[in-house]
């Protein structure tokens, strides 16, 4: 990997250059950070719901309860599938 501030050719495995120390961002890592950070909000997102259903059904509001509880397993169906 190739410094970008001083020209320096440093390992690929580094993480920061050994002549100037700047820190290499890698683009790798940005998008790894997205993909693993979606299915976890989906999850959360998913579980709310669901919880939320179960509580709504419970009150006997099923057309709503229904919905939020389908909603919410598709959610966390997602997440589980994505991560
Ligand atoms: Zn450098």
Do not use: Y
Request: glycine fraction near 6%; hydrophobic fraction near 45%; include cysteine.
């Amino acid at each position: 990997m190739k410094c970008n501030k001083c020209g320096t050719v440093n390992k690929s495995t580094a993480t920061h250059c050994k002549k100037c120390h700047i820190r290499f961002i890698r683009q790798s890592d940005k998008i790894a950070r997205k993909v693993i950070l979606s299915p976890r909000i989906a999850m959360v997102c998913g579980c709310f719901l669901l919880i939320l259903g179960a509580i709504l059904l419970s009150n006997d509001i099923d057309a709503f309860a229904t919905v939020t509880c389908i909603t919410g397993a598709a959610l966390l169906a997602i997440g589980v599938l994505s991560s």
